[in-house]
């Protein structure tokens, strides 16, 4: 089983729709979630973080997060063709020993179509 | 401006060659690490440096070298005993607390190395 497990898509969704992307990890201890976008030939830009279980909104996004399935999703309202992107979920790990990890999903394709 | 450059844009290597991609960060962020992508995967952890003057191996190490001899500054070299070494390579770094952190990584521009 993959640390971290995305979708590839694509998924492909008509301008003003929810896109809903997800994601599901295996490390019950995973501490903090971070979604990433990334255009093509580009480097990854941080677009959410969420620490505890629930919802957190920030402009048009909002993620989710539940431990207790180990999974965590954002929802992008209101799909517009720039959020075109490959869309990374990445999970903290604090390590027994001191340090943390950061494990990435290999990421879902969005397109959002006109 | 804060950020992390990284450089050169694009590069490449001869056979049997040993080449260096440079990161450089003006954050004051302690934690700096580097990362190798393929088409169509994810992120893979080569190496990583908590502090200055120490790093750890990431999952994928064999084949790589860094130094942390400034705060600002965390080198890769691909060595010629990686035998394919053509991917796009992401810097990326992180404040430090106490031994760990949560907070997340940002990431270079990326460099992306290609095989002549």
């Known amino acids: 089983q993959k640390e971290v497990e995305q979708n590839s898509g694509p998924l492909s969704v008509p301008e003003g729709a929810i896109a809903s992307l997800n994601c599901t990890y295996s490390?019950?201890?995973?501490?903090?979630f971070f979604w990433y976008r990334q255009y093509s030939g580009k480097s990854p830009e941080l677009i959410m973080s969420i620490y505890s279980n629930g919802d957190k909104e920030d402009g048009r996004f909002t993620a989710q997060l539940n431990k207790a399935s180990q999974y965590v999703s954002l929802l992008i309202r209101d799909s517009q063709p720039s959020d075109s992107a490959t869309y990374l979920c990445?999970?903290?790990?604090?390590?027994?020993?001191?340090?943390?990890?950061?494990?990435f999903g290999t990421g879902t394709q969005l397109k959002v179509e006109l | 401006d804060g950020g992390i450059t990284q450089s050169p844009k694009y590069l490449f290597r001869k056979e049997g060659q040993n080449v260096t991609l440079s990161c450089e960060q003006n954050?004051?962020?302690?934690?700096m690490y580097w990362y190798r992508q393929d088409p169509g995967q994810g992120l893979r952890l080569i190496y990583y440096s908590q502090i200055v003057n120490d790093f750890q191996k990431g999952d994928i190490a064999e084949g790589y070298s860094v130094s942390r001899e400034k705060k600002e500054s965390f080198p890769l070299t691909v060595t010629s005993a990686q035998k394919n070494p053509t991917a796009f390579y992401l810097c990326a770094s992180t404040g430090w607390a106490g031994g760990w952190s949560n907070q997340p990584q940002h990431f270079g521009d990326g460099t992306r190395l290609s095989i002549l």
């Open positions: 954050l004051n962020h302690d934690a």
């Open positions: 990445a999970v903290n790990l604090i390590l027994t020993g001191g340090g943390n990890k950061l494990t």
């Open positions: 490390d019950r201890g995973s501490q903090s």
